[in-house]
């Protein structure tokens, strides 16, 4: 990584530390094996044991809990770090810590006494489950209802692509508990749902890229679900809850565009000072020095974001807005700096013997997932008027 990068942002002793434990790990365990895996599109088993050692899995929930308690600021940096090795890792942690939070959150105080520990270290894993086949962006249509039985929950539906639910065992899975509300979010409702008789994965689905991670269609037939795992323990909170932890998973979202976009420049940077055309390295020809000088910008541009994001999101404050700008404008960055690389590399960049055509398939998902940045402009506008009251 530039020097430039590492000096953009300060950093404390103590995250030095992490992410110094963290580069070794990424650089010895992990970066020998991506493209095997990724090939293969092989779930990282051996991998995931050892970042369940490290304490990844926990690494932002309360030590009170067995967690790591790092800030977002020092996530952002983690999620940063792996991305630029491998993208599907930082997927394996997110949607799983998306969870954990929203339980430590907004759960009771026995949800958490109860299932925070085994999130930490990674016994119980997984995910979110919103998206349903018709609905993504418009989560309040979903159609997956919850119906009170005695002392269970009897859940039917459909939902797609959920990560982590092949190999994970737990989601909190977001229900319509009062199909009829109106406001449609006071009937919706999270619950968390280990796996059991009636919950099924129908299906793994084939991706463009982010391969290795588990990524499922999922079909609930009279699932029961003890009512005490209710977040909250209150119907008609789900959405609200969920929003809020969607925040954090945007700032993990930008984290990784902005991973992307930095591999595609340390990538480019290298390649284009050892490649020679017409008798000098390629990095000498003005044409690529633009296209180098923009893509080190959006790379410094896009880090500062993030890490002003992950501050508000530190401070506890709403940060839809902050949120929103990182992972709309990281996110665009990583897919212009892996689209830059590729016509850096010419014809190598097109090779599935380098790295640079996976940074280019795995960019894409970040524009659409944990919000389109459709969405995400959206609520930037809306924030910045209700911000700016005249
Ligand atoms: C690899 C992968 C992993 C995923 N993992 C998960 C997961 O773990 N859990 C989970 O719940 N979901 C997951 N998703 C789903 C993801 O969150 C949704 O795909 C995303 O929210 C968009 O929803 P959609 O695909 O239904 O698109 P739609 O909502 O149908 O949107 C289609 C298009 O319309 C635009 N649009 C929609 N509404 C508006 C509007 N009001 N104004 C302007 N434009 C609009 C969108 O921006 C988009 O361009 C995953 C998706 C992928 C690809």
Not at 110 to 124: D, I, S
Not at 284 to 294: D, N, P, R, V
Not at 357 to 368: F, G, Q, T
């Amino acid at each position: 990584m530039s020097q430039m990068d590492d000096n953009a942002v300060e950093q404390s002793e103590d995250d030095t530390l992490i992410l110094d434990m963290l580069d070794r790990f990424l650089k010895s365990e992990v970066k020998p094996h991506v493209h095997a895996l990724e090939k293969a599109d092989e779930y990282p088993s051996e991998i995931v044991e050892q970042m369940k050692e490290m304490g990844l899995f926990g690494c932002l929930i309360d030590p009170k809990y067995g967690g790591l308690g790092l800030s977002a600021r020092t996530y952002a940096r983690i999620v940063e770090r792996m991305s630029a090795v491998w993208m599907s890792l930082s997927g394996i942690i997110n949607s799983h810590l998306i969870m954990a939070m929203t339980v430590q959150r907004n759960g009771t105080e026995e949800q958490k006494a109860k299932f925070l520990p085994r999130f930490a270290t990674g016994e119980l894993r997984g995910g979110i489950g919103l998206t349903e086949p018709d609905c993504g962006t418009d989560l309040q249509a979903i159609r997956t209802t919850a119906r009170l039985e005695g002392d269970h929950y009897v859940v039917n539906g459909a939902k797609t692509w959920i990560t982590n639910s092949l190999h994970g065992n737990c989601l909190v899975l977001l229900v319509k508990t009062d199909p009829a509300a109106d406001p449609r979010h006071k009937g919706m409702s999270l619950l968390i749902s280990e796996k059991g008789p009636g919950f099924q994965v129908s299906r793994k689905l084939e991706k463009l890229g982010y391969k290795g991670i588990d990524t499922c269609e999922l079909n609930f037939d009279n699932y029961r679900v003890p009512a005490d795992r209710l977040v909250g323990g209150v119907p008609g909170r789900g959405l609200q809850h969920i929003l809020g932890g969607l925040e954090l998973g945007r700032i993990n979202v930008a984290a990784r565009g902005l991973g992307i976009a930095v591999a595609a420049l340390d990538a480019s940077v290298a390649y284009s000072q050892m490649r020679k055309t017409f008798g000098k390295p390629i990095c000498e020809h003005q044409a690529i020095q633009l296209k180098l000088g923009e893509m080190a910008t959006r790379v410094h541009a896009a880090r500062l974001l993030v890490d002003a994001a992950a501050q508000a999101y530190d401070r506890g404050q709403r940060c839809d807005m902050e949120a929103g700008m990182a992972k709309y404008f990281a996110t665009e960055a990583g897919m212009e700096n892996s689209s830059e690389a590729m016509r850096i590399h010419g014809a190598y960049g097109y090779s599935k013997e380098f790295d640079i055509e996976r940074l280019y398939r795995d960019a894409p998902l970040l524009v659409i997932g944990e919000g389109t940045n459709e969405l995400q402009r959206i609520i930037i506008a809306k924030q910045l008027i209700a911000r700016s009251p005249v």
